[in-house]
């Protein structure tokens, strides 16, 4: 340990085990100060080894550090790396930085909670493992940090571990993403027996030379490896564990759930862009899934009533756009906008968190309505989320929303239906978004008198997170402003190049045509397409649901049967139940009571019983009948000598293969 | 003297101590007690002692002993260790320490008699650990039957006589198969040399024809397999585990099993390296077998002692399959795995024997919402099933992955199918812990379970140390069983006369067959040449 590099993951470590240790012992003001205060300095520290970052010239800018040899097996060897490039600083101050506002706003949130010391010994915990996530500086490494977070997830989601919803979710959590993980692990097995090594930055190096672009191996490889990101990253057709996630505590979600570790997947692809890259099939797929799932969760987002659950649908919503991105190799894109929406996907989710601490636990929106006057704060930062998420121009959302949609467009990956799909998703965010605030903030107050006279805005541990964020979620995406405004250089785009740099040496070999100009016209006119029609999805929700929210029920009547089928979210995990899980069991049932009991044990003990019979007959022969015994005798002797004869012969029947 | 004494010691000492248990009075139950606890106790600090005078990377045996026995048999007293001993012997005596330890209080009936059977049998595990001379290793592998057949019988659940018949029968089956065939191997050895022997070293040098090699191999096979157990030669297994008392399956499952897997890599590679081979791809489909049936059967269990014992069965299928993976990595990953295999199960048994004691039930139904009542109980609970699902950082994941790593490179399809018996390790074992720890209290019997005690605690600390330090650390055992893995590949390589089975195992060439023209890197060469060295290193 040269630099302070690894602190940063272990200083949470450090506060989880202080915290798990102490659980109960310690009071909640000390807990809270352990758990908030690691992360702050891990904070403090990714900031300052950005700056040691940038402070070297662009194309070296790496610095890694070696904790120790973790494993060496035969030629087989990993190291505790830790590798900090500008990918990887991004991710650690997104982490950490978002962290740290989450572990404030639970101080408030989780105040009046027993397992108060639980539950920052876990999110300390999950900051270790989503460090040592992005800060790995091989496959290896990365898979303890992804395992870690899946780890932690399970644990959170079922926090209240009372709930047999919430334990019931988490255990779902944790298998579905050890269905990717499955993947993952043979992704990583086959990119090790070819390159000979795990380390990111060899594969890097040597993939291109080791691969043919497009031949089976690669794409396998790279297959398995996005079926581990597609569990992680809730993506189809692994996406079912994100929604049910939402049982966990509301700071979890938007830790958890929305801001970091489900964006592991993408962080994946881009850490891994070079052998993407060199598979174009894969990249189709990619893009397809994204772009499928992006759809199909808006869809769903439309009809929820659960304030937490439009929010779940929206991030997978959302993680679907970050994957179009990386489909069409804008990986760039693709991180981008995992970054704004971070920031505005956390405040949604923390302010969703408030409203549901005023609203004394309720997280039904037809029970809310008129708070605005109630939680001002809230309000306004969820205001600017909402604006963030649908794109209006100037602020985050829109900069890393026009990214993707302009290069799945434009790339040599990209196709205009990629960019079809993705504006429609575009409009369906911004009506199921306004359709939230003004459910929820708006119109008449429904609740019941008890809770509404309960009605407060949120405490100043919370409140404050929430304002810091939505400056962020306005300025986060200043750093990324396309080229076409002001012709001024994309700082994100360019600080991630030295990052994208054997990638697209690789895609300029694939590429037959030189670059083609920039148009700048078409993307001026995309930009202004979505922008309107943006609009008029906004006109529509605020006809819905603002001006005549009785008007609600009837899009509903008239498409009963769609309805129904969104409303239930495409009966995805009744068809899983039926198919795969409920046939699983029977199976293994029929393994036990069939296989195991009835034809293995019964062969034995009829073995058993089969001896006893024998013996049975045998005694019969005990007749003392000189005759007899002559006989069995003369048998006996026949029997004896023709094996004699048979083993002089060898034992070399065909069976066995004659070796000599 | 300590260099040629300690592995007489280690291995009579238990037997010592036994005998002296039948010095004290039956009803002296306390005397009796501690006088087992510190056999046990010394028997472990010898055992770390030997850990720490043995002499990493190298290859010979090392703490000989040979004097002649019964000269005219040509029996010898030839004991010895290499890093595959070492670590189970250590293992051994820190898995029987805490078994003991943990019986203070649950054991009651006839104490004496007890005490005397873990002992014995601690002999006589340590013995076939360090045996090196056949007739030796048999008189061991048969001693080890005695006790359990006791422990189970006497002291087991409800159903302990059919339990410890079945497993007498299985486990004397298979012995009297490997006795005709030790015999054999005797006789053939003398035909070629004119020596008698029972020397293991010496009979590696035989040189079957592959027709008889193939018998005598399958004899000993079946013995091991029966132990493994591989499938279908299991059905003991969740029986014996069940009816045994707590003590009993923690020493059943993590030492008895391994004698199996002991046994293939000790005597089956090394002596009848064509055969192992030839039968390599039959093992390794059993093993598959096992990996995924054991996790289906595991998944429906209602007992939580015989989903144990289950996920044994897929667990042990892992260590095979690492086995006959016939690569560095495979097996390494196995013996680690073995050693994983033991702390993990020894835990689980020994949780599940704490929840047994204070409810008397191990119905998954009887349980659930533990977790409030019994807060360090589930913390231990979930950290011993967090190591068994294999999470990185624990033991579980590094043996493992190695043996995934390995069985891929010998074949991507037995990598991709061992690799499904991580998804349903997760479902089979989370599954059980959500019922049994989370959820509300649903039977009024559980309302007031006491949490874990001080003794108990304590029995469970150092399993868990272990769990993390070998998650972490785990180039301290890699290193030690380093020469040992080498020096039995190497024969088994050596004698391989069947070159399509090796192309498929060095095999990169195979994998990268659409890459005809692509140059082959640095790192590859390296990778190449440090498995070279280690090999040749060990001749």
């Given amino acids: 340990m040269q630099t302070v590099l690894p602190l940063i993951a272990l200083l949470p470590l450090a506060g989880f085990i202080i915290n798990i240790l102490l659980v109960g012992k310690l009071s909640k003001k000390v807990a809270a100060i352990i758990g908030c205060g690691t ?12 700056f040691d970052l940038s402070a070297l010239p662009a194309d070296s800018r790496v610095i890694s550090d070696t904790l120790y040899n973790w494993m060496t097996v035969g030629g087989f060897s990993v190291d505790f790396t830790f590798l900090l490039d500008p990918l990887s600083a991004i991710m650690i101050l997104v982490v950490t930085g978002v962290g740290f506002l989450i572990h404030i706003y639970s101080i408030g949130y989780m105040a009046y909670d027993e397992g108060f010391g639980r539950f920052f010994a876990y999110l300390n915990l999950f900051m270790f493992s989503m460090l040592v996530l992005v800060l790995g500086s091989n496959f290896l490494m990365m898979f303890v940090g992804w395992e870690g977070v899946g780890l ?44 000979g090594s795990l380390d990111f930055q060899t594969i890097s190096a040597l993939a291109p030379t080791t691969f043919v672009i497009g031949g089976t191996v690669i794409t396998t490889a790279t297959l398995l490896l996005f079926l581990g990101a597609t569990g992680k990253s809730a993506q189809i057709p692994l996406f079912v564990w994100l929604p049910d996630a939402m049982e966990g505590p509301t700071p979890v979600s938007a830790l958890i759930h929305a801001a970091t570790m489900v964006t592991a997947g993408v962080y994946m692809l881009a850490r891994t862009s070079t052998l993407f890259v060199m598979a174009p099939t894969t990249l189709m797929i990619v893009a397809i899934i994204g772009a499928a799932t992006a759809l199909m969760a808006a869809t769903i987002g439309l009809f929820q009533n659960d304030i937490k659950r439009v929010l779940a649908y929206s991030t997978v919503s959302q993680l679907g756009y970050m994957f179009m991105a990386c489909g069409v190799a804008a990986f760039g894109a693709g991180i ?13 989710f923390m302010g969703a968190g408030s409203v549901i601490h005023g609203m004394s636990d309720e997280q039904d929106m037809r029970k809310m309505g008129g708070l605005k006057k109630y939680m001002p704060i809230t309000f306004m930062t969820m205001l600017i989320a909402t604006l963030a998420i649908s794109g209006l121009p100037g602020i985050s959302g829109f900069f890393s929303k026009d990214e993707i949609l302009w290069q799945t467009f434009s790339s040599d990956y990209g196709h205009p239906a990629l960019w079809f799909v993705g504006m429609l998703t575009a409009l369906l965010t911004t009506f199921y978004m306004f359709r939230l605030i003004f459910l929820t903030f708006f119109g008449k107050e429904r609740m019941d008198e008890k809770t509404k006279a309960h009605l407060h805005e949120s405490p100043k541990s919370m409140t404050t997170p929430l304002i810091v964020l939505a400056i962020l979620s306005v300025i986060g995406g200043w750093i990324g402003i396309p080229k076409l405004f002001f012709g001024a250089t994309n700082y994100f785009e360019h600080w991630l190049e030295p990052v994208f740099a054997s990638s697209h040496r690789v895609m300029q070999t694939v590429a037959q045509q030189a670059e083609v100009p920039h148009d700048t016209s ?118 004896v000598a023709g094996t004699m004869v048979l083993l002089s012969y060898g034992f070399d029947y065909p069976l066995f293969g004659a070796n000599n | 003297m300590f260099e040629s004494q300690i592995l007489t010691w280690l291995t009579f000492l238990p037997l010592a101590g036994a005998f002296a248990l039948l010095l004290v009075k039956k009803e002296n139950v306390k005397v009796i007690k501690a006088i087992a606890i510190a056999t046990a106790g010394i028997e472990m600090l010898l055992s770390f002692a030997l850990y720490a005078s043995f002499d990493v990377g190298v290859t010979r045996m090392q703490f000989v002993i040979n004097l002649p026995w019964v000269e005219q048999f040509g029996i010898n007293y030839h004991l010895g260790i290499d890093g595959l001993s070492l670590l189970l012997i250590v293992m051994t005596t820190i898995l029987t320490f805490l078994a003991i330890l943990s019986s203070w209080r649950s054991v009651t009936k006839s104490v004496r008699g007890y005490y005397f059977s873990m002992l014995f049998l601690l002999t006589g595990m340590i013995g076939v650990f360090v045996a090196l001379d056949l007739f030796v290793f048999y008189v061991f592998w048969e001693v080890m039957l005695v006790p359990m057949y006791f422990l189970i019988g006497i002291w087991g659940g409800l159903k302990r006589i059919y339990a410890s018949i079945k497993f007498v029968l299985f486990t004397m089956f298979g012995s009297l198969l490997m006795l005709v065939a030790l015999l054999y191997i005797y006789f053939a050895y003398y035909t070629q040399t004119g020596v008698h022997t029972f020397d293991l070293i010496a009979l590696y040098s035989l040189n079957l024809p592959f027709g008889a090699q193939s018998w005598v191999y ?32 923690v020493i059943l499952a993590g030492v008895l099993l391994k004698m199996g897997t002991y046994g293939f890599l000790r005597i089956c590679l090394p002596m009848f390296p064509e055969a192992s081979i030839h039968y390599a791809p039959l093992m390794v489909g059993l093993a598959l077998i096992g990996i995924v049936y054991g996790a289906f059967v595991a998944m429906v269990q209602k007992d939580i002692k015989s989903l144990v014992a289950f996920s044994s069965v897929s667990h042990m299928g892992f260590v095979m399959l690492g086995i006959f993976a016939l690569n560095t990595q495979g097996m390494q990953g196995a013996v680690l795995q073995m050693l994983n295999h033991g702390i993990t199960t020894g835990a689980l048994f020994l949780i599940v024997g704490m929840i047994y004691e204070r409810r008397h039930t191990r119905m998954i139904s009887d349980f659930g919402g533990i977790a409030k009542v019994m807060p360090v109980f589930s913390a231990f609970f979930l950290i011993a099933t967090l190591s068994s699902i294999g999470l990185p950082l624990t033991n579980g994941f590094v043996g493992e992955f190695m043996i995934l790593l390995g069985a891929f490179k010998a074949n991507w399809i037995y990598g991709t199918i061992a690799a499904t018996g991580v998804i349903l390790a997760a479902i089979y074992m989370l599954w059980m812990f959500q019922r049994v720890i989370w959820g509300k209290i649903t039977h009024k019997e559980n309302e007031n379970l006491k949490d874990l005690t ?9 399993l868990v140390v272990l769990i993390f330090w070998i998650g972490l650390a785990p180039n301290a055992m890699f290193k030690r069983m380093e020469p040992a893995v080498a020096n039995i590949l190497h024969i088994v390589r050596q004698a391989d006369n069947a070159p399509e089975f090796f192309s498929a195992q060095d095999g990169e060439e195979e994998f990268n067959q659409d890459l005809a023209n692509t140059p082959v890197d640095q790192q590859l060469n390296q990778s190449q040449e440090n498995e070279h060295q280690s090999e040749t290193l060990t001749q």
């Fill in chain 1, 39 to 50: 992360v702050f300095v891990a904070f403090l520290l990714a900031i300052k080894v950005f």
């Fill in chain 1, 152 to 195: 932690c997830s399970y644990l959170l989601i079922g926090f209240w571990f009372d709930r047999d919803s919430a334990t019931e979710a988490g255990k779902k959590a944790f298998v579905v993403n050890r269905i990717g993980d499955f993947g993952f692990l043979l992704g990583m097995f086959i990119i090790y027996w070819n390159i």
């Fill in chain 1, 336 to 348: 981008f906008h995992l970054m704004t929406h971070a920031f505005f996907k956390a405040l949604l």
């Fill in chain 1, 522 to 639: 078409i993307e001026w006119g995309l930009m202004a397409i979505t922008t309107i029609l943006s609009l008029g999805a906004f006109g529509l929700a605020v006809r819905f649901y603002l001006k005549k929210p009785e008007s609600v029920a009837r899009p509903r009547e008239s498409f009963s049967g769609v309805h129904r089928l969104i409303y239930n979210k495409y009966f995805v995990d009744e068809i899983y139940h039926k198919l795969v899980i409920r046939p699983l069991h029977l199976f293994s049932i029929f393994l036990w009571k069939i296989v195991d009991v009835l034809i293995i044990d019964g062969l034995i003990n009829g073995g058993a019983f089969l001896v006893g019979g024998i013996s049975r007959v045998v005694r019969l022969a005990q007749s003392g009948r000189l005759t007899s015994y002559v006989t069995v005798f003369t048998v006996g002797v026949a029997l």
């Fill in chain 2, 218 to 249: 399958l004899a000993f096979a079946l013995a091991f397999a029966i132990k493994v157990p591989i499938w279908p030669l299991h059905t003991w297994l969740p029986d014996a585990h069940v009816q045994a008392p707590t003590a009993g399956s």
């Fill in chain 2, 454 to 462: 001080g003794l108990e605690k304590a029995v469970l600390i150092p």
